[in-house]
């Protein structure tokens, strides 16, 4: 089956710690993208990727890092950095193509204590 | 930069109820507009989109959004809706060529039987 993965569902670390989310998709889309999703305030983009080795900042970049070495994989990592880690967080991946929807992952649900 | 706002964040129906999710976007030049479903525990799917021609678009489950262009909107609305539809529901736009999608707040429905 083609789509999107993410893992862990769930993931548990301890303040000051950084963590890497994975996102592997089989899709063959150009396009990655992470959202943090919080509670009413809906889908903010982080990072995305156009092409391998390419990757630009979205609206709340701080605190976060990402790679893109292969097509299929684009991990995030949480660090330090970032005040407020504990949040859902979802990849997606899209063709290249204006209007063309983008496909989304089950998400990681991380939280820092 | 373009935005979304999506007025309505919580809304509680009964079953066979009329829904409409209202959705306004702030670019003025050719969009592509999404609505995308969140079911509990599952992961964002596409419920619709408009590209281009007809602005009454119909999608999954019975809903339909309409583009009306002088009003930057594209509000969603199913005539009777179901407890199955409870859901947590973004609008998404993408514009000026762009095809990374931005999300408004989301609007989290509950459907009573």
């Known amino acids: 089956d083609g789509g999107i993965t993410q893992s862990p569902k769930y993931l548990f670390r301890k303040e000051g710690q950084n963590v890497t989310l994975s996102c592997e998709q089989n899709?063959?889309?150009?396009?990655m993208y992470w959202y943090r999703q919080d509670p009413g305030q809906g889908l903010r983009l982080i990072y995305y990727s156009q092409i391998v080795n390419d990757f630009q900042k979205g609206d709340i970049a701080e605190g976060y890092s990402v790679s893109r070495e292969k097509k299929e994989s684009f991990p995030l990592t949480v660090t330090s950095a970032q005040k407020n880690p504990t949040a859902f967080y979802l990849c997606?991946?899209?063709?290249?193509?204006?209007?063309?929807?983008?496909?989304f992952g089950q998400g990681t649900r991380l939280t820092v204590v | 930069a373009q935005s979304v706002s999506q007025h309505n964040h919580h809304v509680i129906l009964s079953e066979a109820a009329s829904l409409e999710l209202g959705c306004n976007y702030s670019?003025?030049?050719?969009?592509?507009l999404f609505w995308y479903v969140q079911y509990p525990g599952q992961h964002l799917q596409l419920l619709l989109k408009y590209f281009s021609g007809d602005p009454l678009v119909k999608g999954i489950k019975g809903f339909e959004a309409e583009f009306i262009k002088s009003k930057f909107s594209f509000n969603l609305r199913k005539p009777s809706v179901q407890w199955s539809d409870t859901a947590e529901y973004f609008c998404a736009v993408m514009s000026g060529g762009s095809y990374i999608p931005t999300f408004g707040r989301g609007t989290s429905l509950i459907v009573h039987p």
């Open positions: 899709l063959n889309h150009d396009a």
């Open positions: 997606a991946s899209s063709p290249r193509t204006f209007g063309t929807e983008a496909f």
């Open positions: 670019y003025g030049g050719t969009v592509n």
